[in-house]
């Protein structure tokens, strides 16, 4: 099953995409995530995008849609993908049709996680995510039973340099400017569907199953 999952940032698309790329036994494919690690790395497509990254704005196309690709026709994504913060964009949202066709494949289910501005500022203000796997806990909302430690792997947990209020406003405006078009670009697409991504962790986490099982 291939899954396209897109809502703004700090709606829960990593920590329910993880989940639900689990259930499903599929690869999790978290743009952000590839992009820090490049940039941790300090490969030449990381030393491009760190600059963009820090402003809260969007990689160049070019670089990401090479990534993705690179990515989606891997032999560990035989059973299919779910795509987290892929595409942002309408040109990604073509190219991705685009390299989808070429390869024969195609995505069963694109699932918008929305929440209000309020409830993202809040959530983005307290994120704490694992260096060493990636989950997600929040100071308040969920946090870690151990400060500063990952409750699944043991890991420390640090605050995103782009968790910053500055860069948080900025990434919302990106958001609304360049990534919320896609719900005309997708609107009528019969394997689209919303989710209201507002409630606790577990609600959420059910309608996203019943949206992809249903
Ligand atoms: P995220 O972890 O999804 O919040 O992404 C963190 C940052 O990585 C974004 O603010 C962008 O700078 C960059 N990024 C992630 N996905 C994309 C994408 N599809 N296109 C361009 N830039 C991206």
Do not use: W
């Amino acid at each position: 099953m291939n899954i396209v999952l897109f809502g703004p940032p700090g709606v829960g698309k990593g920590t329910q995409g993880l989940k639900l790329a689990h259930e499903f036994n599929i690869i999790h494919l978290a743009m952000g995530d590839l992009l820090r690690a490049a940039v941790a790395e300090k490969t030449e497509l990381g030393l491009k995008a760190k600059a963009f990254m820090d402003a809260g704005k969007l990689v160049t196309d070019e670089l990401v849609i090479g990534m993705i690709e690179a990515r989606i026709v891997a032999a560990d994504a035989v059973h299919g993908f779910l795509l987290d913060g892929f595409p942002r964009n309408v040109a990604q949202a073509a190219a991705l049709d685009e390299m989808l066709h070429e390869h024969g494949l195609k995505i069963e289910h694109i699932v918008l996680m929305d929440a209000s501005k309020e409830a993202l500022l809040q959530r983005l203000a307290g994120r704490l995510t694992c260096s060493a796997c990636g989950f997600g806990f929040h100071r308040h909302y969920s946090p870690p039973k151990i400060e500063g430690q990952c409750d699944k792997c043991g890991g420390s947990l640090y605050q995103r340099a782009d968790d910053t209020e500055e860069v948080i406003l900025q990434r919302l405006e990106v958001y609304a400017e360049q990534t919320a078009p896609l719900l005309e670009f997708y609107g009528q697409n019969e394997a689209f569907c919303k989710v209201n991504a507002e409630a606790g962790l577990d609600e959420v986490y059910t309608s996203l199953l019943a949206a992809v099982k249903g």
